[in-house]
């Protein structure tokens, strides 16, 4: 099955290029209406949002709301709403494409340079006398076999 574009498409905007689909905008002192009838603290708002996400008949009962109304979706969203509000919005940041914003990069030179530096210690170290006067072979941990 082939989709050919027919160009329909382009004739469904009745608007033309820089022209708004909103030209009148949000109507004008709507904030201040909702915050009328609300409250201006927000207080009854925030009492309907934890009603419903603690299930509290009777906070509910005088929103006019039963406990069988309200659905999982809806007490997750109060809950949100009631973090969001009260403790800010957690932070969002864009994810890094490029680079290394870590500089772990750094980190591993560094640790590979104090590893060269171990080996090249450790090669030039040259065999002690143990307690009992003999030297360990290389291959020894240096410890006096036990008999």
Request: hydrophobic share 35%; glycine share 10%; charged share 25%.
């Amino acid at each position: 099955m082939t989709i050919q574009n027919t160009g329909r498409a382009e004739n469904l905007n009745p608007w033309k290029p820089g022209q708004s689909g909103n030209p009148g905008g949000r109507p004008k002192g709507l904030a201040r209406q909702v915050r009328e009838l609300v409250g201006n603290d927000g207080k009854r708002l925030a009492e309907f949002h934890l009603a419903v996400a603690t299930l509290d008949v009777e906070l509910l009962a005088a929103a006019n709301v039963t406990a069988k109304q309200v659905t999982v979706r809806d007490r997750q969203t109060s809950v949100a709403w009631l973090a969001e509000r009260g403790w800010g919005k957690p932070a969002t940041f864009a994810p890094v494409e490029e680079g290394d914003p870590l500089e772990l990069s750094n980190v591993a030179v560094a640790i590979d340079k104090v590893v060269d530096e171990l080996a090249g210690k450790r090669a030039t170290r040259t065999p002690r006398p143990s307690k009992n006067g003999s030297v360990a072979n290389e291959r020894s941990n240096g410890a006096t076999p036990t008999v």
